[in-house]
């Protein structure tokens, strides 16, 4: 009797036990909506895969979707994601501005959004920022520029400027951070804009174009330096230091005497350029990082812990202070690509070498 006693405890314990784990496992389990812009450029393909392996690897499951640049395909894919009933957003936004109402629809939800890379404006719903430190990434390339003409000739040196997409938040916090560099030299005329384009209005690349890139750089050529050579080109991003240089090429160019084209996101094939010193240099962002960074914000946000991990950091989005996590930035270039990328396990030395 007393042994039968004994049995039915134990098993009343064993059935509490595994209900408490089984409900622990739930609450654990979340469900990840990740929208990421496009396809099209190496980093973002990178981004999505590391993020999807760092949720999985804490046992979130996550759902992705890339948005190849549409405004209207990314707010269908995040309402898909809400109808799907996720528990978290993670979003790379194409245009910072116009996820309006489904952000609107998260937040009604309960759904918390972290801002992926980009910052999302004018948006209430917004919980958290993880992205890099933007302003030095322009910062970086400004400087390059400055530090690698020479202007000991009294000479003034040519140059002309792009910036990112002007829908994307972030092209504000590169373009200003490279111009507070480069003002002071345009100001005192040891650097001139041949073209007289200096406002992000005119020298923007809609959606970070290669094409657009491409295609404006050899309209520069053709319009402004027909008698002049033009000695350094600000480019904010890899795909654009690409049209660029091909634009370059293709005007007369030589591969070895091109001008100083900086660049960021050290995507291989900028990388592969800037070890061939056609491309003088690139902004590494470690995304990897990013995305692990993204994964430790999501665990904090979830235990309403967030600002152990922010401290005190926020980016105004235009209607509120937007808690932040910024990562750092590394300048690549001919000299330290190995000890940067490759000994950080970024790319092997065969990739760059393209062997
Ligand atoms: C920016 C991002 C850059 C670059 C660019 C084009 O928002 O911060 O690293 O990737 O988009 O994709």
């Not at 408490?20 to 990421?36: L, P």
């Not at 001008?259 to 990897?288: C, H, N, Y």
């Not at 152990?308 to 926020?314: H, V």
Request: charged letters at 30%; aromatic letters at 10%; hydrophobic letters at 40%.
């Amino acid at each position: 009797m007393k042994v039968q006693r004994h049995v039915i405890i134990l098993i009343c314990l064993m059935v509490g036990l595994f209900a408490f784990i089984s409900c622990q496992r739930k609450q654990d389990h979340k469900v990840v909506g990740i929208s990421m812009p496009t396809k099209s450029s190496e980093r973002w393909l990178l981004d999505a895969k590391y993020t999807v392996l760092e949720f999985e690897e804490i046992g979130y499951e996550t759902k992705l979707a890339f948005a190849e640049d549409v405004v209207g395909n990314q707010a269908s894919q995040i309402d898909n994601f809400l109808d799907e009933g996720v528990d978290l957003l993670v979003i790379a936004p194409i245009d910072s501005n116009s996820l309006t109402d489904v952000l609107k629809r998260a937040k009604e939800l309960g759904v918390p959004i972290i801002s992926y890379d980009r910052l999302i404006m004018n948006s209430d719903a917004v919980d958290v920022y993880v992205s890099f430190n933007n302003e030095k990434v322009g910062e970086i390339q400004g400087q390059y520029i400055v530090d690698h003409l020479d202007f000991s000739d009294g000479e003034p040196k040519y140059m002309e400027l792009f910036a990112g997409s002007a829908d994307d938040n972030n092209t504000y916090y590169f373009f200003d951070g490279a111009m507070d560099v480069l003002r002071p030299y345009i100001e005192d005329g040891r650097l001139v804009v041949k073209s007289k384009q200096f406002d992000v209005k005119e020298v923007n690349t809609l959606r970070w174009d290669r094409m657009i890139a491409k295609s404006r750089m050899t309209s520069l050529l053709n319009n402004y330096y027909t008698e002049d050579r033009i000695d350094a080109v600000l480019s904010p991003y890899d795909g654009v230091s690409r049209g660029v240089i091909e634009a370059l090429q293709e005007n007369g160019y030589r591969q070895d005497d091109l001008p100083i084209v900086t660049g960021q996101d050290a995507e291989l094939s900028s990388v592969q350029w800037i070890e061939k010193g056609m491309q003088s240099m690139t902004v590494f962002k470690d995304v990897r990082e990013l995305a692990k960074k993204t994964v430790e914000v999501s665990q904090k946000l979830f235990e309403n812990d967030l600002k152990s991990i922010t401290n005190g950091e926020a980016y105004h989005n235009g209607i509120q202070d937007v808690d932040t996590v910024m990562l750092d930035v590394y300048e690549v270039n001919q000299k330290n690509w190995e000890s940067v990328l490759v000994d950080k396990k970024y790319y092997t030395r065969e990739e760059v070498l393209d062997e």
